[in-house]
């Protein structure tokens, strides 16, 4: 008796999802008020500018690293996308830009590379592919804020779903 056995394309399954989570995103990102976009609530909450200047940060930083340019991931780091994530409009752009940039070097990569281990930005030795997974899920947990954002706002609507 053969068996067939069909591997996982694990590419093609993260880069899907992230395509998933980028239109959820900017859904949601329409949902907020521009005049609200900017603001921080408490005085302590980042903005939902920063935390798509976050999104894209980590995104870029593991785009570059499947590219091989491990890159420091330092303050100055993150505030060359906070500028651009000022407005609504300019999110978008920047998370969409961001988003195509990683799908590429994700589908060139080459296995080793995805296997290889390299230092993330929080001091672990990771290996690549788990760090585009980190960057990935890192989306839909600043789109969760983003949700929640809304809710403080007083809009109860899940965007992205269609409500």
Same mark, same amino acid.
């Given at each position: 008796?053969?068996?067939?056995?069909?591997?996982?394309?694990?590419?093609?399954?993260?880069?899907?999802? %992230?395509?998933?989570?980028?239109?959820?995103?900017?859904?949601? &990102?329409?949902? &907020?008020?521009? /005049?609200?976009?900017? !603001?921080?609530?408490?005085?302590?909450?980042?903005?939902?500018? /920063?935390?798509?200047? /976050?999104?894209?940060?980590?995104?870029?930083?593991?785009?570059?690293?499947?590219?091989?340019?491990?890159?420091?991931?330092?303050?100055?780091?993150?505030?060359?996308?906070?500028?651009?994530?000022?407005?609504?409009?300019?999110?978008?752009?920047?998370?969409?830009?961001?988003?195509?940039?990683?799908?590429?070097? %994700?589908?060139?990569?080459?296995?080793?590379?995805?296997?290889? !281990? &390299?230092?993330?930005?929080?001091?672990?030795?990771?290996?690549?592919?788990?760090?585009?997974?980190?960057?990935?899920?890192?989306?839909?947990?600043?789109?969760?804020?983003?949700?929640?954002?809304?809710? %403080?706002?007083?809009?109860?609507?899940?965007?992205?779903?269609?409500?």
């Amino acid at each position: 008796m053969s068996t067939l056995t069909q591997g996982i394309d694990a590419r093609g399954y993260l880069s899907g999802w %992230l395509q998933g989570l980028a239109s959820m995103y900017t859904v949601d &990102i329409e949902a &907020i008020p521009e /005049d609200q976009w900017t !603001k921080s609530f408490g005085g302590v909450t980042r903005n939902a500018g /920063d935390l798509t200047a /976050d999104t894209v940060a980590l995104m870029e930083w593991t785009t570059e690293a499947i590219k091989g340019n491990v890159l420091p991931m330092d303050e100055g780091f993150h505030k060359q996308y906070t500028e651009q994530c000022s407005t609504r409009a300019g999110a978008t752009a920047l998370l969409n830009q961001s988003v195509e940039k990683f799908q590429a070097a %994700l589908n060139s990569a080459s296995d080793e590379t995805l296997n290889s !281990k &390299i230092m993330a930005p929080w001091g672990m030795e990771t290996p690549v592919f788990i760090l585009a997974n980190v960057a990935v899920s890192h989306v839909w947990y600043h789109d969760g804020q983003l949700n929640y954002i809304q809710c %403080l706002l007083g809009d109860e609507k899940v965007h992205w779903m269609g409500n």
